[in-house]
């Protein structure tokens, strides 16, 4: 019995430090969860001390070596099954308090939504899953503009794919877009999960391969050629399809027809094929619904950790599954189309001009330009279908549910077109406004139609939030420390409707605030408040072209049609890399009556002066 007292004696001594540690913590720890959230003047200096925190690995390394102290002390010695288990007892407490230490510590400076014990902010985004957006910008608002928060609160793991910082700050923005580019790419999850469908295409690359596609690119949508097919493509999908699909209607899902129309004109701009979803009927396309499937599948990826979708990618199971068999599907018709388009550019090449047949697509235009693999050639479609359909849809989607809940918005816009087509087509016969589509020249003078759909995507971005990798361990213009193998998220949802850089009226739908202050001249605001299009190196290049559709599209409904949401449907978000409405968007279709509008204007004494204006033109 005697040699058991010193046994006793040391795990008495350890039992004491461990609670000691224990107790040291927890009187510092007064919740489970800590809640995050210090002064504004306060945040940049604890979030840099936490960042660092985290970037350091001795937290992990001394609960590593807590951990495996029991295997050589006294009690492995003596043999006694009491003493070990004893001796793990007080190292488990040891760890605990240890880890508790670490985790009040790298808590307390940050400054975004609650953190918990190993699950980090992990609660708060699943609690706030459907609201996600509106969340983010609540706490950039109580934030300052900037916080920081650990998804995953384990010692060694936060210190790289753990630490996120979220930030609307328009310094910052420029700082991570534009000034310190090469600093923030897409990285190596991004690319990973979407690498199946968009391979290293322009939207999925970066470093030489992005550099390569850019210029490409850049140089083919400054041409005039490209967007005059732009307007050919559109112009026929509206006056061909949709119009006569609302003439119809009574009540339609304006979110699908914009979508299959935006679909259309995409494929045909991209590589020359019309895919007819919008046809009458709105048909099933096999493409059309392998890509959505491939989306859609592609998408589910950012639901788990990349283990957990990579086995199921091995193994075959779920949607991975379904990504495997659409993408092929999508190889196999890109294939057919590429072979083709190969065939007759040779037979242009070779002037045998009964055969050849002009094509201005950007598929054939890559084409041109280089030595291109069929592979490559079918991620730059893709990537360019991905990345102009979604996104010109969604906004016109939330274009006509708000001038529908802003009559006074409507009334402007309206009397606008009216006031144009008055000008280039004359004031004797309405009609004739209607019996063409909408030129060059008339959609470049709706600039009150342009301030309507550039407000719509301040408070409603078409890609609400967007996330860069850190490659170097770096410090933004605010303050923040942002150490390497963390990430940077973006909120240009939360950028649009900050106090401090939009004013007290932020949440409101105001297109006025685009223009001058005599209201004939649009003004753009600084590309790093206004962030739908991107900025920097990587912004838009097709911002142009999606302000030429969206003006057609909504100016040739609007002059025709009253669309009111229909009786019941609610309009709610859709939590997806692209802010799609949750349950679509049934409205109401009514035809309009111009003649109202005609009244105002003369009355105004702009009917005579646009009547002047076309005499003098002719």
Not at 57 to 72: K, N
Not at 497 to 511: A, H, I, N, S
Not at 553 to 578: C, D, F, Y
């Amino acid at each position: 019995m005697g040699g058991l007292v010193p046994v006793r004696s040391g795990f008495s001594r350890l039992h004491a430090a461990a609670a000691t540690l224990l107790g040291a913590a927890v009187g510092q720890w007064s919740v489970v969860g800590i809640d995050c959230r210090p002064s504004t003047a306060s945040i940049a200096a604890r979030s840099g001390a936490t960042a660092r925190l985290l970037y350091s690995s001795s937290s992990s390394s001394l609960l590593l070596l807590l951990l495996l102290l029991p295997a050589g002390g006294s009690d492995h010695q003596t043999g006694t099954t009491a003493m070990e288990a004893g001796t793990w007892a007080a190292a488990a407490v040891a760890a605990v308090a240890l880890y508790v230490a670490w985790f009040w510590r790298m808590s307390r400076g940050l400054s975004g939504p609650r953190v918990w014990p190993l699950l980090g902010s992990l609660p708060g985004l699943v609690q706030h899953a459907e609201d996600m957006h509106e969340w983010i910008a609540a706490n950039l608002r109580r934030a300052g503009g900037t916080y920081q928060t650990c998804i995953f609160a384990v010692p060694g793991v936060a210190r790289r794919g753990g630490l996120v910082t979220v930030t609307c700050d328009p310094r910052n923005l420029e700082h991570v877009l534009k000034a310190r580019f090469d600093n923030y790419p897409k990285g190596p999850f991004w690319h990973a999960v979407f690498r199946d469908l968009l391979g290293d295409g322009i939207f999925n690359s970066d470093g030489d391969t992005w550099v390569a596609q850019r210029k490409t690119a850049a140089l083919e949508f400054t041409t005039r050629t490209l967007r005059t097919a732009m307007s050919r493509w559109v112009s026929r999908s509206i006056h061909a399809r949709l119009l006569p699909i609302l003439a119809d209607a009574h009540v339609v899902d304006l979110q699908d027809l914009l979508l299959r129309l935006t679909f259309d004109n995409i494929c045909g701009l991209a590589f020359g094929k019309d895919p007819e979803t919008l046809a009458r009927g709105l048909p099933d396309n096999a493409f059309a619904s392998a890509f959505d499937r491939a989306t859609e599948a592609t998408l589910n990826r950012f639901i788990f950790p990349e283990c957990v979708w990579r086995c199921k990618k091995w193994l075959g199971l779920g949607m991975e599954t379904t990504l495997a068999r659409s993408v092929r599907h999508v190889d196999r018709y890109l294939s057919a189309v590429i072979k083709a388009r190969k065939l007759e550019l040779s037979a242009a090449t070779r002037k045998d001009l009964l055969s050849a047949t002009p094509h201005d697509d950007l598929l054939s235009r890559f084409m041109r330009k280089g030595t291109y693999s069929d592979e490559s050639l079918q991620h730059v479609a893709l990537n360019f279908i991905l990345a102009g359909r979604d996104t010109s849809s969604v906004a016109l989607s939330w274009f006509f549910w708000l001038v529908s809940t802003h009559p006074a918005v409507e009334r402007n816009i309206v009397r606008e077109l009216c006031a144009v087509l008055a000008g280039s087509r004359g004031v004797e016969d309405p009609a004739l406004w209607l019996a063409a589509p909408l030129d060059f020249e008339e959609l470049d003078r709706l600039v009150y139609l342009k301030a309507a759909l550039s407000e719509t995507l301040r408070l409603y971005p078409s890609v609400p939030e967007d996330s860069k990798h850190v490659v170097a361990d770096d410090v933004l213009p605010d303050g923040t420390f942002v150490p390497a193998g963390s990430s940077v998220t973006y909120s240009i949802y939360s950028a649009g409707r900050m106090k401090t850089v939009w004013g007290e009226d932020c949440l409101q739908f105001r297109p006025e605030r685009w223009l001058s202050d005599d209201g004939t001249r649009f003004q753009p605001h600084d590309s790093y408040r206004f962030v739908a299009f991107n900025a920097g190196p990587r912004i838009c290049l097709g911002k142009d072209l999606a302000y030429l559709q969206m003006k057609n599209i909504a100016g040739s409904v609007l002059l025709r049609h009253r669309l009111t949401v229909a009786p019941g449907h609610r309009v709610e978000q859709k939590m997806s890399l692209t802010l799609f409405m949750k349950h679509g968007l049934r409205m109401e279709v009514r035809p309009r009556d111009l003649s109202v509008v005609i009244d105002e204007l003369r009355g105004a004494g702009e009917y005579d002066a646009a009547a002047r204006a076309t005499a003098a033109s002719a």
